[in-house]
């Protein structure tokens, strides 16, 4: 079936350092893309979006970019600090729904 | 700010027992998420809520679970019997509008772990 992957399972960067974290998805169908932030025990949170119509969008110290010929997301983070540490999760929105499908996820860990 | 309010946080139940997880959503928002959420993996769709009906619980087990939201405002989730396969995190999420590129925001979450 469809699906929402991510290609590295545990990205680890020196605070200060850029990071990047990546997605692949399948379904050509997906207009609205998401990134979240989980912290432990906490839920997701809301970092950036970005329509199919783009292929790039800034926020602050994020910046997401879009791929539509490869089927690839990216959640660039600048300067990245220890509060950063987290699991990140792409998430598609598949067409006309507003159902969310998730992909497994990225764990990013920030040393000094 | 306004949040999503889950309750309980934590939750620890036999196997065959019944549990029910709580969710009050952001005031204002009418659809509400129940999702569940493995170990290291992303959250699945469980049930949507518009108002009070639902729109969607493809994902449901509903041979043993059950969800509700009776006034359209907060909501409750139940599994009856629990199953060892259902230790999971239970999160749910509110959003204003039920559009495609509407934000969800989630709740704390409630662990449940079936022994």
């Known amino acids: 079936g469809e699906s929402v992957g991510l290609h590295l399972p545990t990205l680890s960067v020196q605070e200060g350092d850029n990071s990047i974290i990546n997605c692949a998805y399948s379904?050509?169908?997906?207009?609205?893309f998401i990134w979240y932030k989980q912290e432990s025990g906490k839920g997701p949170q809301f970092i950036i979006d970005?329509?199919?119509?783009?292929d790039k969008r800034q926020g602050q110290r994020v910046t997401v970019l879009l791929n539509k010929t490869v089927k690839h997301l990216s959640l660039q983070i600048a300067a990245t600090q220890p509060g950063d540490s987290a699991v990140y999760f792409c998430?598609?929105?598949?067409?006309?729904?507003?159902?969310?499908?998730f992909g497994t996820g990225t764990r990013l860990q920030v040393f000094p | 700010e306004a949040e999503v309010a889950q309750s309980p946080r934590y939750k620890i139940t036999e196997k065959s027992q019944a549990v029910a997880f709580w969710c009050d959503p952001i005031?204002?928002?009418?659809?509400l998420y129940w999702y569940r959420q493995i170990l290291g993996q992303g959250p699945e769709l469980l049930v949507q809520?518009?108002?009070?009906?639902?729109?969607?619980d493809s994902q449901l087990p509903k041979d043993r679970f059950s969800a509700e939201r009776l006034k359209g405002v907060d909501s409750t989730l139940k599994i009856q019997p629990a199953e060892l396969g259902d230790s999971a995190m239970y999160l749910c999420?509110?959003?204003?509008?039920?559009?495609?590129?509407?934000?969800?925001?989630f709740g704390p979450g409630t662990r449940l772990t079936v022994l």
């Open positions: 999420a509110s959003s204003f509008e039920s559009t495609g590129d509407n934000e969800q925001f």
């Open positions: 379904n050509s169908a997906s207009d609205y």
């Open positions: 970005i329509r199919s119509n783009m």
């Open positions: 998430a598609e929105n598949m067409g006309n729904t507003d159902k969310l499908i």
């Open positions: 005031s204002g928002h009418a659809t």
């Open positions: 809520f518009q108002d009070e009906s639902v729109v969607d």
